[in-house]
């Protein structure tokens, strides 16, 4: 009796941890592939606060978003 409830317990967590890891690593390959904003983006986002920025700029607000994803 508490032996299959302890199956089903050790059962559901090696899941969980394993379920976890999978959609964390399909998650940050599909990042990688689709970043969710790109240089123009930010171009466009600094344009409309009202100074043109330079593709340095750019760069540099890119290079620390990728840093960390």
């Known amino acids: 009796m508490w032996l299959d409830i302890l199956y089903i317990v050790i059962g559901l ?3 969980l941890v394993i379920g976890f890891l999978v959609a964390k690593h399909l998650m940050q390959k599909e990042l990688k592939k689709n ?14 606060m009202g ?3 330079s593709q340095k700029q750019v760069r540099q607000v890119m290079n620390q978003m990728t840093r960390y994803m």
């Not at 970043?35 to 409309?48: A, F, L, R, T």
Request: aromatic share 0%; proline share 15%; net charge positive.
């Open 13 to 15: 967590v090696i899941g």
């Open 51 to 53: 100074r043109k920025p």
């Open 35 to 48: 970043p969710p904003i790109n240089e123009k983006m930010i171009e466009v986002m600094m344009s409309s």
